[in-house]
């Protein structure tokens, strides 16, 4: 890692953290080199406050993009050498209120649909929509900057998420792609692509 970085881990007041950005940064950083060729503490990650950060490299070598995201025992990083990506791992917590949060930023159509559900699927939804809602976000490189209800999630029949967009200005969500990814026991995940083609994910 950078002095930078070492320095941001050295802040965090919660060991936890620490250990949750040490390992992420660490990791994403070999992941990157074996994709560039360069040396993982020579990777230059252009990083401003509520911006995605990026890679920056020299002309010769193919676009490189990443995302990253943390909760409880997890780091979850995403590295396309084609798209853009985003993602978003939750721990989910059945004391979370997600009445309240659901009525405050999902769209009436989702709260409406997360009421007819029975408490523990409620929950799962409730934790299904938000990683896809913040894996889409992220892979537009918006974050929470733009009210998550904007990204409309409907349940096909077979289950898949499909996408709209209640926003005229922002069309451009509803044409990123999800799907989700089933890392671990009590958490939810999702991973966001800035095209609608079929693309191989190696997970690991
Ligand atoms: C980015 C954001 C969605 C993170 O959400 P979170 O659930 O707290 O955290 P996650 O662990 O899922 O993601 C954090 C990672 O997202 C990445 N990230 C930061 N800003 C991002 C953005 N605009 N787009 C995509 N990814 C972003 C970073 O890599 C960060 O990890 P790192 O700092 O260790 O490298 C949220 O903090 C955000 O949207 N911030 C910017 C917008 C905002 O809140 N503005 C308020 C003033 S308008």
Redesign the pocket.
Known sequence: MTAAERE?AARYHFQEDRK??TA??ST?RRLLAQSTGIAPSELV?L?A?????RLELPPDIPSIF??????GDF??LAVSDTVEV?????QVRADCPITDLARRYYSPAEFQYLETLPSDQRLRDFYRFWTIK?AV??????????PPHVVDIRLKEDGIPELHCLDGNRMFLAQISVRELAVAEGYASALALKTQDKISINLA
Request: with cysteine.
């Open positions: 941001r949750r950005y992420g940064r994403l990650i990083e406050e509520w911006t995605k950060p990443f995302n990253v995201s943390h909760s780091v979850l985003g993602v978003d791992i939750e913040e976000l992220k892979c537009a490189g918006l974050g929470l900057s733009v």
